[in-house]
Nanobody
Framework: QVRLVESGGGSVQAGGSLRLSCAASKYALSDYCMGWFRQRPGEEREKVATIDIYGNTVYSDSVKGRFTISKNDDEDNLILQMNRLKPEDTAVYYC??????????????WGRGTQVTVSS
């Protein structure tokens, strides 16, 4: 069973930065495609960034150039570095895993989420 626990959310002013971390079960980072998703109140969940087992990354257009997804294999952590934050980045952010490793199947494993609030 894969366990994912997010941390690092909080409140920040527009233009600031936050670093989200997802503590993952051992081998999840190496064997799974990992991703960050977010959900604003009343909206559908949005895929923010993914990283596959080869290290290839994909970003949504709304965060490209501002967010960076990475893995810390030594600590079994998935990281989302968020820079130049905007009020529209306000959402609950979720860490997720896809067992096939290629990021083109359903994400079956999810954390509970962490709140990010960006004020103008």
């Amino acid at each position: 069973q894969v366990r994912l626990v997010e941390s690092g959310g909080g409140s920040v002013q527009a233009g600031g930065s936050l670093r989200l971390s997802c503590a993952a079960s051992k081998y999840a980072l190496s064997d799974y495609c990992m991703g960050w998703f977010r959900q604003r109140p009343g909206e559908e969940r949005e895929k923010v960034a993914t990283i596959d087992i080869y290290g290839n990354t994909v970003y949504s257009d709304s965060v490209k150039g501002r967010f960076t997804i990475s893995k810390n294999d030594d600590e079994d952590n998935l990281i989302l570095q968020m820079n130049r934050l905007k009020p529209e980045d306000t959402a609950v952010y979720y860490c997720a895993g896809e067992a096939y490793g290629t990021c083109d199947r359903d994400f079956a494993y999810w954390g509970r989420g962490t709140q990010v609030t960006v004020s103008s």
